[in-house]
């Protein structure tokens, strides 16, 4: 219906808003050689903002590249924010990372000091998918190593309401870079999921959808107030809402 092909429609105008506001930061990030693409990276989802501007000092074009990158991500963190959205990399100067290789980083994590409190995360998940009646399986597994990694603590299918813990960013070390996609794939695919999760929010649950159910109780009450011309605005209305 209108409804769906408007949501089609907003996610297709945002990604390519948001991809020709960073292509040059692309193209930027492709000039560089493979080691300094590498260490900026590295800088980049660390939020290591004084190794950042130090590596930016001399490469003026990236610099400003970057600037507008950043504008993309706090638009989409305020657009996400404006819909009660809650995702995993919304942390101040938070640069998304993506996870290519989940099986190899979780060997190597295995046998790092940081494995425990990821371990932790995954036995109070475990405990909370039981309590739900929900069975465990490597995908939500997969799911909490993520949000760790990405986060600090789980947040998730299996969160527990209204927790307000102090989000902390769990550091990369060099040694488990050729675990996560580069970069510049980690942005691109950021803005599309992000996208598609706002424009969802947008058209299920948000704040324009509920706006939408305001204005159809409004219509029913004064539709119960009997008059004919109030029961022919109501059904009016209600065609018009529920196929926008």
Not at 61 to 73: M, Q, S
Request: charged share 35%; aromatic share 8%; glycine share 6%.
């Amino acid at each position: 219906g209108r409804a769906v092909n408007k949501w089609v429609k907003g996610v297709n105008e945002q990604n390519a808003k948001d991809k020709a506001a960073t292509n040059e930061f692309m193209k930027a990030l492709n000039r560089l050689e493979k080691p300094e693409r590498i260490e900026f990276s590295h800088y980049l989802f660390n939020r290591s903002e004084k190794h950042i501007q130090s590596f930016l000092s001399d490469k003026a074009d990236l610099r400003t590249e970057y600037a507008n990158v950043r504008k993309v991500l706090d638009d989409i963190k305020e657009r996400a924010d404006a819909q009660g959205l809650d995702f995993q990399d919304a942390l101040e100067n938070y640069f998304p990372r993506r996870i290519k290789d989940q099986s190899g980083l979780q060997k190597f994590l295995e046998g790092t000091g940081d494995w425990g409190k990821i371990d932790q995360e995954i036995a109070a998940a475990k405990e909370r998918a039981n309590d739900m009646g929900i069975e465990w399986n490597s995908a939500l597994e997969e799911e909490v190593i993520n949000s760790v990694m990405r986060t600090g603590r789980y947040y998730g299918t299996l969160r527990e309401p209204g927790a307000t813990k102090e989000r902390t960013i769990m550091q990369l070390t060099s040694d488990m870079l050729p675990f996560y996609e580069d970069a510049g794939s980690a942005l691109q695919a950021h803005i599309i999921e992000m996208n598609e999760a706002i424009e969802r929010e947008k058209f299920l649950g948000g704040k324009l959808r509920k706006d939408t159910v305001a204005k159809l109780k409004e219509s029913a009450r004064l539709s119960k107030l009997g008059s004919k011309e109030n029961r022919k605005t109501h059904a009016l209305n209600v065609a018009r809402y529920t196929d926008e």
